[in-house]
């Protein structure tokens, strides 16, 4: 172990330390090991000995908080197969990780999903459809743990496309984000929501009642996946400019369906997987209601003057 291992594993022993154990002058000083190591440029091989050795989920959730900040801080000046490199490490360091805490678990698929966005503003998308390809494989896999491993990786990519207060700030001009966002909506966006359903339509002919809390965690991800697709504020290319800038925000009760996926068959059965869920109690129906409005969004022709 690394002499920068053992300080950063001392440092957060004392921060999460009882009060009783842990004087304020220790606790300053750990602080400042931590307030220094946030500072460290081009910190990546360090951060990846970090994650492979330390036993501390402190440290392990500082180390990949470093690497999403510094990917950030020094994308232009990072070498093209070093990003995809460490892109391609933190996403089988997931994988091959399933037991991790799962906050150092959700900290990394975000810094994978700011990846895969600021990656597709250079390669328009193509990293991106990799990822979801090898992400597909995992919701389709069986495996259970696989299966919400991927669902996760789905769900932080979708954050960081949507214009939601869950998106990071990576540094990207407001043009530049509407430019990718769109160019995620006529391309991954639809691949995503026909696998979810995919998914949906094969889980639930397995539920068995009681629900285990694996298959119920797996429903209410895949349920979730779906429904941001079909809740999805698309942009609408006919808008000015200024308009992108208007973001909706209120109360959300029963979200319209907005698929923006007219003329494909991906409402293909919803009805059968909705009612096959809906015996499951534990499905919160809200999750449900944007597969109940499907069959007519998908049905309904296409306006160019409304909002899609």
Known sequence: MSSVSVELERAAEILLGPPNLVSPEQRGVAEAVFLSFRKTKCPY????????????????????GLIKDALIREWNDIPAN???GMRSYLLQYVINNPA???????????????????????????????VIKEVQQLITSG?????????????????????????????LAWEVHFKVK?????????????????????????????????????????L????????????NVNLPKKTHLCVRVGPKSEPAARTGLEGDNVGSHPGRVHVRLLL?????????????????STCQPERPDLER
């Open 45 to 64: 091989t360090m951060c990846k000995e970090l994650l492979e050795t330390s036993k501390s989920d402190y440290v392990l959730f500082e180390a990949s």
């Open 82 to 84: 070093d990003i995809q």
């Open 100 to 130: 991790s805490s799962s906050f150092v678990r959700e900290r990394i698929v975000q810094v994978i999903a700011i990846m895969v966005k600021r990656q597709s503003v250079e390669d328009a998308g193509v990293d991106r459809a990799l």
């Open 143 to 171: 495996n259970q743990q696989m299966q919400m491993m991927g669902c996760a990786i789905i769900t932080a990519i979708m954050q960081e496309y949507a214009t939601t207060v869950k998106s990071s700030d990576v540094g």
């Open 182 to 222: 769109k160019q995620f909506e006529v391309t991954d966006l639809r691949t995503i929501f026909q696998f979810s359903v995919a998914a949906l339509k094969e889980l639930s002919a397995q539920i068995v009642l009681p629900m285990s809390p694996e298959m119920e965690y797996l429903l209410r991800r895949l």
């Open 224 to 235: 979730m996946i779906s429904e941001t697709v079909l809740t999805w504020t698309f942009i």
């Open 280 to 296: 499951a109690d534990q499905v919160q129906p809200q999750h449900l209601t944007p597969l109940t409005q499907l069959p007519r």
